[in-house]
């Protein structure tokens, strides 16, 4: 995946995949919203949840980028895109309504940031797994395919997070994230782990 900017405040890697449906956010996500029958039918191997507020041409660039993957590739996934009431001209400029793959759009009255934000983009879509997506980033063809079929084959594993590159072709050592605030968060105590376990790997 490439990232072009960033829109979040806090430190923790957002392109994160989840494994068994659980999203690990603040909050019980699943008592959240109610799905409608129709939803809890249309189940996905893949909910992708993108957040959006006034990230100008950079969620057009992202759409792109997942529309071509999705066309070309065999997953089955549906994108869910949450705008916290952006003022520019964001949602026009990616034109969900001509886009080839649907999209479910939820307008927030308000900025709820980006956690309460994306437990709404979750709770609309049901899935095997969730990426949470932020809007300046291009997903690479096949990237998806990897991730989850890294999940699927490794079912101990609760969440991955992809290799990250700038617009020069660079890795981004942002993709690289230590697990203790993770650790701390959840209450869970990591495995012992090689030294070299969180060196970034292609």
Known sequence: MRRYGSFTSGPLLTE????????????????????TAKEK?????????????????????????????????NLDAEIVLVDNNSQDN??????IKERKVPIKLVRNRDNLGFARATNKGIVKTEADYY?????????????LEKLVG??????????????????????DGRC???????????GCQRPKLPEDFFYLRQ
């Open 90 to 95: 964001s949602l026009e400029l990616a034109g």
């Open 150 to 171: 890294f999940l699927d084959e490794n079912p101990e594993v609760g969440i991955v997070g992809p290799l990250i590159k700038r617009p020069d072709g660079e890795v």
């Open 41 to 73: 039918e249309e189940r996905h191997k893949l909910g992708i949840v993108i957040v959006n507020y006034n990230t100008g041409d950079f969620l057009k660039r992202c759409l792109d980028s997942l529309e071509k993957t999705l066309l070309t590739g």
């Open 16 to 35: 994160a995949v989840i494994n068994s449906g659980e999203a690990i956010l603040p909050g019980d996500v699943k008592n959240r919203g109610r799905k």
């Open 131 to 143: 990426l949470l997506l932020n809007p300046d980033t291009e997903v690479l063809e096949g990237s």
């Open 176 to 186: 690289r994230r230590n697990l203790d605030k993770l650790e701390r968060f959840t």
